[in-house]
Structures are given as structure tokens and as C-alpha cells.
């Protein structure tokens, strides 16, 4: 049994609407440069600390059971869109 208290749960009805991608050269170019500068300054990184594995248990087992019981109990309306 986990003796960790209860995280929070949060779920959000869908949304239209989507991502305002670069849609003008301009906007375009501003991206890739700032993609570019990320790359730049990532190269040159280094640390003295280990790199841990994901804790799948953590990041999405436990909070999909939290979740599981929201997502079977909604109306067969809602999850057939």
C-alpha cells in the first residue's frame, strides 16, 4: 500500500481549437532560430550529475489508477466523441 497522501486530480473537458503554428516566413525563421540557439547552448552543457531512469510507476501508473475511476464513470456520450 503506497503511504504517500493523495495527489491531486485535475480533468478538463476537450477543447476545440488546436496550436498556432508559424503560419508566415518571418514567424518561420524567429522559430528556427530560437530551436537553433536551444541546440547551441545544449552542445556546451556538461554536469557532474547521473541521469536517473524513468519511473513509470510515478510518472503513469499510479496517476492512471487515480484517474481510471473518472474515465469509466463518465457517460458513454462523452467518451464515444
Same mark, same amino acid.
Given at each position: ?21 508559424? &503560419?508566415?516566413?518571418? !514567424? $518561420?525563421?524567429? #522559430?528556427?532560430?530560437? =530551436?537553433?540557439?536551444?541546440? *547551441? ?6 554536469? &557532474?550529475?547521473?541521469? !536517473? $531512469?524513468?519511473? #513509470?510507476?510515478?510518472? =503513469?501508473?499510479?496517476?492512471? *489508477? ?16
Amino acid at each position: 500500500m503506497d503511504s504517500a497522501p493523495p495527489a491531486p486530480v485535475a480533468l478538463f473537458a476537450f477543447a476545440e481549437g488546436g496550436v498556432e503554428w508559424p &503560419t508566415s516566413p518571418p !514567424r $518561420a525563421y524567429l #522559430l528556427g532560430a530560437a =530551436f537553433a540557439q536551444i541546440h *547551441r547552448v545544449a552542445d556546451g552543457f556538461h554536469t &557532474t550529475a547521473g541521469y !536517473r $531512469a524513468f519511473d #513509470l510507476e510515478r510518472l =503513469f501508473q499510479a496517476p492512471l *489508477r487515480r484517474i481510471r475511476a473518472y474515465l469509466t464513470d463518465s457517460d458513454a456520450d462523452d467518451r464515444a466523441a
